[in-house]
């Protein structure tokens, strides 16, 4: 049901990422729901670099994740799936591919993600899958992501970095 994406997969991924971001609406992050989605380009270089996964359960792609280097960390840059299969394990099984793939690599020591602390299917979904809440100070490339989505409209307030320690080994 997880994969690597294709080229053939990249064109769908918008359409997912609007999808996903509808559950927004009524909450009080509301105008993420009109975002733009990841460019292009962005998901094309994700996907030759294998750090770009979808969910394909039956003949149609539902979900992806999509995960880039920090420092010496693997970060999860997006994780979508579409609104009518959302709460089915998808992004459960997304997100358990992300980590096998970061603990295989063995090269980095965590995984990394921002989120919203307070909405169900945030913090709170990835604190159930062994995620913890990071405190500041942050390492320079997560306190530059931090302060790039606060930029761009989120509430730093409900804003929260969180990780994923790998083993050493």
């Known amino acids: 049901m997880i994969?690597?994406?294709?080229?053939?997969?990249?064109?769908?991924?918008?359409?997912?990422?609007?999808?996903?971001?509808?559950r927004f609406r009524g909450t009080a992050v509301a105008w993420a729901?009109?975002?733009d989605p990841l460019p292009l380009?962005?998901?094309?270089?994700?996907?030759?670099?294998?750090?770009?996964?979808?969910?394909?359960?039956?003949?149609?792609?539902?979900?992806?994740?999509?995960?880039e280097p920090m420092g010496g960390d693997l970060f999860l840059t997006e994780m979508s799936v579409a609104l009518p299969w959302q709460g089915q394990g998808i992004g459960r099984a997304l997100l358990r591919a992300?980590?096998?793939h970061a603990r295989a690599a063995g090269r980095y020591g965590a995984v990394l993600l921002t989120t919203d602390r307070d909405l169900p299917w945030n913090a709170p979904f990835y604190r159930r899958l062994g995620f913890v809440e990071l405190t500041?100070?942050?390492?320079?490339?997560?306190?530059?992501?931090?302060?790039?989505?606060?930029?761009?409209?989120?509430?730093?307030?409900?804003?929260?970095a969180m990780t994923y320690r790998l083993p050493h080994g």
Request: with cysteine.
């Open 3 to 22: 994969r690597l994406a294709r080229p053939s997969d990249l064109a769908c991924l918008a359409d997912i990422e609007r999808s996903a971001a509808a």
């Open 33 to 35: 729901a009109d975002g």
């Open 41 to 67: 380009d962005e998901l094309a270089v994700a996907q030759a670099a294998c750090l770009l996964w979808v969910a394909q359960p039956d003949a149609e792609v539902r979900g992806f994740a999509l995960a």
């Open 98 to 100: 992300v980590l096998a």
């Open 136 to 160: 500041p100070p942050f390492p320079p490339l997560l306190q530059a992501r931090l302060q790039a989505e606060s930029d761009a409209g989120f509430d730093a307030a409900r804003r929260c």
